[in-house]
């Protein structure tokens, strides 16, 4: 169970287009996604948070007019590059936080799509 | 907010022989340690975490410990195989169970 997919799984576009990923949770209802950037040998940047419903959190440094994020339901939500540039060239990783409530209290866990990795001529 | 800081950034060491991996986290309010093993190109997989109501937890060959005084947490991978070979990330939640802030990782490698 808890299984995440991410489409496309890589994706190679021009300067100044803009590029859609989706992250869908297969087998459970995320009320909370989280989209993260990984540049080669470093670690995953938190770069929004996503509840459905609702409009995403973005973190500090993060332009959210240049990377849309839409969750319009449990099970989906995209992220949008607006006017990709080189700079953006990055693998882009979706997480979905499934709600599990085990007798001890309240807990939750992360699981991470596939990842989409964009590159920007 | 919440800093999270790793250490070693590499290690190898000879198949059999354990392997130890430390970080360490500025918020005490945090509250959630998750394990991320992470092989090339591929997506981040959650190996074990543990909560702040308890102090070590073990699965098979894979433990973890927490020491909530001392603000730090470890990996600790005994038995080692090659297929152990990956960067290994840890992460705390912050503001209790909300967004995670990743270690700097550590790239395992294991030698036959």
């Known amino acids: 169970g808890a299984v995440v997919s991410q489409h496309p799984s890589w994706v190679i576009c021009k300067s100044g287009t803009s590029v859609k990923i989706e992250c869908r949770s297969l087998?459970?209802?995320?009320?909370?996604m989280f989209w993260y950037r990984q540049f080669p040998k470093q670690s995953l940047m938190l770069m929004a948070t996503?509840?459905?419903?609702?409009?995403?959190?973005?973190e500090q440094g993060v332009e959210k007019d240049k990377f849309l994020i839409n969750h319009a339901s449990l099970t989906l939500s995209t992220l949008t590059v607006t006017s990709a540039h080189p700079e953006d060239s990055s693998f882009y990783i979706c997480?979905?936080?499934?709600?599990?409530?085990?007798?001890?209290?309240?807990?939750?866990?992360?699981?991470f799509g596939p990842g989409t990795r964009l590159l920007v001529l | 907010g919440e800093n999270v800081e790793q250490h070693p950034s590499t290690l190898s060491v000879q198949e059999g022989d354990s392997a130890v991996i430390k970080c360490t986290y500025s918020d005490s309010a945090s509250n959630y340690f998750p394990w991320y093993k992470q092989e090339l190109g591929k997506r981040p997989q959650l190996i074990i975490d543990i909560r702040s109501n308890v102090g070590e937890k073990k699965d098979q060959r894979i433990a973890v410990t927490l020491n909530k005084t001392a603000k730090h947490f470890s990996l600790h991978i005994t038995e080692t195989q090659p297929e152990d070979s990956a960067v290994y990330f840890c992460?705390?939640?912050?503001?209790?169970?909300?967004?995670?802030?990743f270690g700097t990782g550590t790239r395992l490698l294991v030698s036959p």
């Open positions: 996503s509840n459905e419903g609702s409009k995403a959190t973005y």
């Open positions: 992460a705390a939640s912050e503001g209790g169970f909300q967004k995670l802030v």
């Open positions: 997480s979905a936080r499934t709600y599990v409530q085990p007798l001890a209290g309240d807990q939750e866990t992360q699981y």
């Open positions: 087998d459970f209802q995320a009320t909370t």
